[in-house]
Structure formats: C-alpha cells, structure tokens
C-alpha cells in the first residue's frame, strides 16, 4: 500500500507527466474547457426556466420534474446513445454533462426566487414596478445566494463526471483512468481520479468563498 501511494506521489511530481500533449497540465485544460461549457450551457437552459416558474407559480411541478429526470438518466448510457446517433464527436459528452447540471440550477433557482418574501413583492408593485421590473430588480437579487448554489454544485457534478470524455476517445482528467484500466495502471488509474477529486474540492472552496463574500452581509429573503 506504501508503495502505491509512493509510486502515486512520484508520478503526480514527475516533469514528464506535466509536459506535452498527454501530460497533466494540457488534460486539465482539457477537462475545465468541458466542465464549464456543459456548466454553462446548462445554465443558459435552466436558468431562464427556474426563474420564470419562480417568478409565476406556473408550471414548477412539471418543470423540475422534468429537470430532474436528467438525474436520474445513466450518464455513461446517454452518452452511448447520443454517440449512436451523433457518431464520433463531443455532443454526446456534452449531452450528458448538461443534463446533469440542469436539475441542480433549475431547483435552486426555483427555491430562491419562492424564498423571496411575498410583501416584498407587493410592495414592489405598489410602487409602480412591471412584472420584469419585479423580477429583475427585486426577485432575482434577493434569490442570488441559493442561485449561485445551484451553479456551484452543478459545476462540481460536472467536474466529477467528464472523465466520461475519455470513454469516447476524448480528453480530459478521465484519460488517465481509462488509459490506467486499459494498461492495468494502478497508479495512473488512481492519479487520474486523485487529480479530479483534487479540482472539485479546490473549485468548491474557491466558489463557496466567493458566494461568502459576496452576500455576506445579505438579509435573510424570508
């Protein structure tokens, strides 16, 4: 066991795998660049949708329903399908990671604009504000913190989940553990998801430090 974790210790510091094409720092350019396109996309999607059924009580049981579905797809099957269909390209990769990412965003989202206090919202319109006045002025501000959660654990299932790039020929952090299993590489199977492990947990502190600063000093919207 020693020597595992001292074969993994020479292998993650050695210069050679940091250098070139196969080497760490190219595959976790390559597994950020997926990461947070899916993430993105994903927001671009959800985003809209947790924010009008939040805004209008219509259609929330459908919608997060539906969103939700995405979870409970096999990642690795969609991705099988989609590849089916797609042929050799990153849509299927991409297909799967923004389904992931989809419920996280829409459910918080839809939480924190119904945690947004309902005198706050008439009094908005008291004032003369227009439903996208309320919305955008009033209601999305307040229900940023539980927004920016829903990015935040979004960003990280996705993280967690690319190596299903390499599944299909692709790069990313998960060519180390698929190449590992291939070659029966333990330690590189193990770096692999060491080094993925590693980006979640960093990309989860920086985000949750961030969202601290940022709405420190936020009222409670309820």
């Known amino acids: 066991m020693w020597t595992l974790f001292s074969d993994l210790g020479s292998w993650l510091v ?9 080497g760490i720092g190219h595959r976790l350019l390559e597994h950020l660049q997926y990461s947070l396109l899916a993430t993105l996309i994903a927001a671009v999607i959800a985003l809209p949708v947790g924010l009008l059924i939040g805004h209008t009580g219509k259609g929330a049981f459908l919608a997060i329903n539906l969103a939700s579905f995405g979870r409970a797809l096999p990642t690795v099957g969609l991705v099988v399908l989609v590849f089916l269909a797609a042929g050799l390209s990153m849509t299927p990769v991409y297909v799967a990671l923004v389904a992931l990412a989809v419920p996280a965003i829409v459910t918080n989202t839809y939480a924190g604009m119904t945690a947004v206090d309902p005198e706050v919202r008439d009094a908005a319109r008291g004032q003369g504000m227009r439903g996208h006045q309320v919305l955008f002025r009033v209601e999305l501000p307040l229900a940023m913190p539980l927004v920016m959660t829903g990015l935040r654990l979004a960003l990280i299932q996705v993280v967690s989940t690319a190596t299903i790039a390499a599944y299909v ?44 600063a940022l709405f420190r000093h936020r009222p409670a919207t309820r």
């Open 14 to 22: 050695s210069g050679e795998q940091w250098s070139g094409t196969d």
């Open 169 to 212: 020929s692709f790069g990313g952090l998960g060519r180390y553990v698929f190449d590992g299993l291939a070659q029966r590489d333990l330690v590189q199977v193990l770096g692999g998801a060491v080094l993925v492990a590693v980006v979640a947990i960093v990309l989860d502190l920086a985000l949750s430090g961030l969202q601290r």
